[in-house]
């Protein structure tokens, strides 16, 4: 168990709606990473809080958007779902923003039919 | 941009075999990370790695830290059903800090 926290564990739903990720890190952990697995793809890098704080940001779409919150858990919004966006959603933590190894919740998957 | 080459993409092995995959790249490190990822789940840290010429071990894991800093390798030895898996590594770039992913090599054991 990596301590890293996600719901739900699957996900459903049809095209243009809107969904939303959560993720709780291990505890201590102050940084937040979100990537995105399609089938048979590598992990592709979304977006990064640090401390509540936006640090980085990858291929994340417009339709998307995430949030740290003060108690350091983290939610990802998918909006006007296409069905494209079915994919494995993971979240990672680490204890900083330099150098820590991230540790991987299991993701949720999400289905958009 | 900076990239990841992990290799080989794939590998079918015999139980007992031993493993060996790498990832290079043009780009300099401070940071190796090896992870393992099983069907439905998330990726799991094996190993990390500092210091360039490093070289740790996790069981029958093995993995080291090249000492020009691009590349890094992970072996596995007398493989068993169990290694199966994807495997990624990690590295973070010495000048901006970010984390780049290797696109994971699928290793499949045959009893």
């Known amino acids: 168990d990596s301590g890293v926290t996600q719901t739900p564990k699957h996900l459903i739903t049809a095209t243009g709606q809107r969904v939303t990720l959560r993720c709780s890190p291990r505890?201590?952990?102050?940084?937040v990473y979100w990537y995105q697995q399609s089938l048979d793809q590598g992990l592709q890098f979304l977006i990064q809080?640090?401390?509540?704080?936006?640090?980085a940001k990858g291929n994340i779409l417009e339709r998307f958007s995430a949030q740290q919150f003060p108690d350091l858990h983290s939610e990802l919004n998918l909006s006007s779902l296409e069905l494209g966006d079915s994919a494995l959603y993971f979240c990672?933590?680490?204890?900083?923003?330099?150098?820590?190894?991230?540790?991987f919740g299991n993701g949720t998957r999400l289905t958009v039919t | 941009g900076q990239q990841l080459n992990q290799s080989p993409q794939s590998m079918f092995i015999q139980e007992g075999e031993d493993v060996s995959m790498n990832c290079t790249s043009s780009?300099?490190?401070?940071?190796w990370l090896w992870y393992k990822q099983d069907p439905g789940e998330g990726p799991v840290l094996l190993i990390a790695?500092?210091?360039?010429?490093e070289l740790t071990s996790n069981g029958r894991l093995t993995a080291q830290f090249g000492i020009t800093r691009k590349d890094s390798f992970l072996n596995i030895s007398a493989s068993i059903p169990s290694d199966v898996g994807i495997y990624f590594c990690?590295?973070?770039?010495?000048?901006?800090?970010?984390?780049?992913f290797g696109q994971g090599t699928t290793l499949q054991v045959k009893p």
């Open positions: 990672a933590s680490s204890a900083t923003v330099t150098n820590s190894p991230l540790h």
């Open positions: 790695l500092y210091k360039a010429g």
């Open positions: 505890s201590g952990d102050l940084s």
């Open positions: 780009s300099i490190f401070n940071t």
């Open positions: 809080y640090y401390n509540g704080e936006e640090r």
């Open positions: 990690a590295g973070r770039l010495s000048n901006t800090g970010k984390l780049i």
